[in-house]
């Protein structure tokens, strides 16, 4: 069955680093791979979209890249402030788009 | 303001007495989806629907019902609630323009305890 894996452990990072979040998938070949940022109490919301024909997207601070060789993204959060703490999950989806599944999410703390 | 719109926020039931999540859009979306998010296991989602009158099965549809009589709004039902749905539920939707290319707007959360 389709499985999207990432890291269930905290990241802990101080303040002005670069954080960076894994997905990883396995079962599944993907049209579309999104990142969503979840606060706690809240739904997600929409961070980036990026399309299996392209390897990066950036969008202010957020970098994503998607490697379908390896059936991996990793999204770059650069100069991190703790703003940015917040739980962080991976979507895929086909090109009809009308199941999108979710990663468990990753929870990033920044320290000040 | 463009919104997807749950109630209630909390609800507290009782095992087997029906109850129904309301879930709204103002964005004019075709599409729109229910989610349950569970410690550890992520965004499940339950039920989606591409359009009026049209729904179909998620991966976890077991003990849930929907309708969409109305483009705008897209109820989840549970006829008889079990502990085992103790959950917090999430609707969302999303454009045409293809529909894998559209990104998903969520409502903030309905947490469900069923005792």
């Known amino acids: 069955s389709q499985k999207i894996e990432q890291n269930s452990e905290a990241l802990n990072i101080q303040e002005g680093k670069t954080a960076t979040l894994t997905c990883n998938y396995t079962?599944?070949?993907?049209?579309?791979l999104q990142w969503y940022r979840q606060d706690p109490g809240r739904g997600p919301v929409f961070l980036l979209l990026?399309?299996?024909?392209?390897k990066e997207k950036r969008k202010e601070r957020l970098k994503v890249t998607f490697d379908t060789t390896l059936k991996q993204s990793l999204f770059h959060i650069t100069a991190s402030q703790p703003a940015d703490s917040a739980t962080y999950l991976c979507?895929?989806?086909?090109?009809?788009?009308?199941?999108?599944?979710f990663g468990a999410g990753t929870r990033l703390f920044v320290k000040a | 303001e463009a919104q997807v719109t749950q109630n209630p926020r909390y609800l507290i039931t009782v095992t087997g007495k029906k109850l129904t999540v309301t879930c709204s859009q103002n964005?004019?979306?075709?599409?729109m989806s229910w989610y349950r998010q569970d410690p550890g296991l992520g965004l499940r989602q339950i039920y989606y629907?591409?359009?009026?009158?049209?729904?179909d099965k998620g991966d976890v549809p077991e003990g849930y019902k929907v309708s969409r009589k109305e483009k705008r709004n897209f109820p989840l039902i549970l006829e008889s609630p079990s502990p085992n749905q103790t959950s917090l539920y999430f609707c969302?939707?999303?454009?045409?323009?293809?529909?894998?290319?559209?990104?998903?707007?969520f409502g903030n959360g309905t947490r469900l305890t069923v005792t």
């Open positions: 079962n599944y070949s993907p049209a579309y």
């Open positions: 964005m004019n979306h075709e599409y």
């Open positions: 629907s591409m359009n009026v009158e049209v729904t």
């Open positions: 979507a895929l989806d086909s090109t009809g788009g009308f199941k999108t599944i």
């Open positions: 990026i399309r299996e024909n392209e």
């Open positions: 969302a939707s999303k454009g045409a323009g293809g529909f894998g290319n559209s990104p998903l707007h």
